[in-house]
């Protein structure tokens, strides 16, 4: 039970380890604040005339 208890936390540490700077980055890259800017790109290279060209 013990090392069960042992092997759930060391594969949690290492999620943390691993995955923790990923999401702190994601997480200071799509803030509020910088939504619409990203929504505006998105728009744009949904409707570009290029795209529409190749449809």
């Known amino acids: ?3 069960l208890f042992f092997f759930i936390l060391l594969i949690q ?3 943390y380890w691993i995955f923790e700077p990923l ?3 994601l997480e200071y890259v799509l803030e509020i604040r910088s939504f619409p ?3 505006l ?3 744009i ?3 570009s005339a290029k795209n529409i060209e190749q449809n």
């Open 1 to 3: 039970m013990f090392l």
């Open 13 to 15: 540490f290492f999620n």
């Open 23 to 25: 999401a702190s980055f």
């Open 37 to 39: 800017v990203i929504v």
């Open 41 to 43: 790109i998105g728009l």
């Open 45 to 47: 290279f949904l409707f």
